[in-house]
């Protein structure tokens, strides 16, 4: 079955960094796009950075554009996302999502358990 193992995750205080990790399995990895998102309480779930499927094209929110890298290993099959700087405003459950496109909309997605990214003093 599709499972996946998230790590990462913790405390840092502001300005510092985190690599989050995700390891996937149960699928064929390198046919999936692969995103990063983030939820806080009381809010949706909001996408923080995406990759798709060879990883040739990468995509942003916004509010995490210049700080944060996302990247893929289809040989180790995981995703993985390089926090810099971060924020106050980061602090959120992080998830990792998979999507099987086809006709221009995600057919199968998965989603990892979450793991907790908080930042402060």
């Known amino acids: 079955q599709v499972q996946f193992v998230e790590s990462g995750g913790g405390l840092v205080q502001p300005g510092g960094s985190l690599r989050l990790s995700c390891a996937a399995s149960g699928f064929t990895f390198r046919h999936y796009s692969m995103a990063w998102y983030r939820q806080t309480p009381g809010k949706e779930r909001e996408l923080v950075a995406g990759?798709?499927?060879?990883?040739?094209?990468?995509t942003y929110d916004d509010s995490v554009k210049g700080r944060f890298i996302i990247s893929r290993d289809d040989t180790k099959n995981t995703v993985s996302l390089q926090m810099n700087s971060l924020r106050s405003e980061d602090t959120a459950t992080y998830y990792c999502n998979a999507a099987y496109w086809g006709n221009w909309r995600p057919i199968y997605v998965f989603w990892g358990q979450g793991t907790q990214v908080t930042v402060s003093l």
């Open positions: 990759i798709i499927l060879g990883g040739t094209r990468t």
